[in-house]
């Protein structure tokens, strides 16, 4: 089964929330690859960036580790960030999901828009 979480964040640049989601979910024993990251012009002079991340379980060897998820981050000219991580939550424990929503919501919660 999917588990699916959206955020977005006002006054977060898309760099610093990659490096944040990529510490915690190293932090709770997720192993993060970055696979793409791009940067697009748009006809007002702005930039748009996207990054996408492959999350991967741990392994003592390489070729034993499952991909089961990943985030993507696009970043916008008007200072909003949104990003949405999709894992296989019977490779990623309930407990752990909470521990690390609750992990990024106290570092990241002040930038998070509600709706």
């Known amino acids: 089964m999917a588990i699916q979480i959206k955020k977005t964040y006002r006054g977060l640049s898309p760099g610093m929330l990659c490096d944040e989601v990529r510490g915690l979910l190293q932090k709770h ?4 690859v970055e696979t793409e ?7 007002s002079g702005d ?3 996207r990054t996408t991340l ?6 003592e060897q390489e070729r034993n580790q499952k991909e089961f998820g990943s985030v993507h981050i696009l970043g ?3 200072g909003e960030t949104k990003m949405l991580l999709d894992m ?6 309930q407990e752990k999901l909470s521990a690390f929503q609750n992990d ?10 509600k709706w």
């Open 76 to 78: 916008s000219p008007q």
């Open 104 to 113: 990024l919501d106290f570092v990241l919660g002040s930038y998070e828009i």
């Open 47 to 49: 930039t748009q960036s």
């Open 29 to 32: 024993g997720i192993i993060v």
């Open 88 to 93: 296989d939550e019977t490779l990623f424990p």
């Open 54 to 59: 492959a999350l991967k379980t741990p392994a």
């Open 37 to 43: 990251s791009q940067t697009y012009a748009l006809p």
